[in-house]
């Protein structure tokens, strides 16, 4: 059972995925709201915040696209973690689903035993944040006073090497392409190019020491993926 009434709200327009998505959060102990489109997703969102959105790319009227866009561009919605649910399994729309703001991307068909698996870690990743402290294996970072512990011991990191290692930790087995870590720590306006990226993964490493370096993973073709 889950360890707090942490609340879902599923977004999905076919009632038959709804009820078994529904009916399986519940028996773990989750409390359950439901929308069947992105009109009555957003009167929900009006009314309460939720902990995790469950949200459907296809559905009528605005796509879960478009309303992941607009839960990240509000302030009351903009940390709140959002599991796309798509049978559109390509990479390039994963990447899609991810860059508009989705935190996590299931593809159907799934098992109950997957997407309860992806909640439980989306929420987990969510309540780490809201306590300024992430943890992935031995690493420890507090984005609140900017320290890093590994193994329980003080590490030093530049600025840059500190907005990677948190970019990797807050999501945590996501394969990051070195675009896409020139975007979210150097900003899309830095005239860098892509081998700044395996430069600053190297110093990075270097701080970490051998042990947790290791956790960071160089992905052939793709970049680079903590965990």
């Not at 879902?8 to 773990?28: F, G, M, P, S």
């Not at 969102?45 to 959105?53: G, K, M």
């Not at 051998?210 to 052939?220: L, N």
Request: glycine fraction near 8%.
């Amino acid at each position: 059972m889950a360890s707090s009434r942490a609340q879902i709200l599923v977004i999905e327009d076919e009632a038959a995925q709804r009820d078994v998505i529904t009916y399986n959060l519940r028996k773990e102990g989750y409390e359950v709201r439901t929308a069947q489109d992105g009109d009555e997703a957003e009167l929900e969102l009006a009314e309460e915040v939720p902990d995790l959105i469950l949200l459907d790319w296809m559905m009528p009227g605005a796509s879960g696209l478009e309303l992941a866009r607009r839960i990240r561009a509000r302030s009351e919605t903009r940390e709140t973690p959002v599991i796309m649910l798509t049978a559109r399994g390509e990479e390039e729309d994963v990447i899609r689903g991810l860059d508009v703001g989705a935190d996590d991307y299931i593809t159907k068909p799934y098992s109950v035993t997957e997407l309860l698996a992806r909640v439980r870690s989306a929420l987990r990743r969510s309540k780490s944040g809201g306590a300024h402290t992430i943890r992935v294996g031995d690493i420890e970072m507090n984005v609140e006073t900017h320290r890093v512990h590994v193994s329980g011991q003080e590490i030093s990191l530049g600025p840059l090497e500190f907005r990677l290692l948190r970019t990797f930790m807050e999501r945590p087995d996501r394969v990051f392409e070195r675009d896409q870590l020139l975007d979210k720590v150097w900003g899309r306006s830095a005239y860098v190019d892509s081998r700044t990226v395996d430069v600053h993964v190297g110093r990075l490493r270097k701080s970490l020491g051998a042990e947790a370096a290791s956790q960071i993973r160089t992905v052939r073709g793709k970049g680079y993926a903590l965990g």
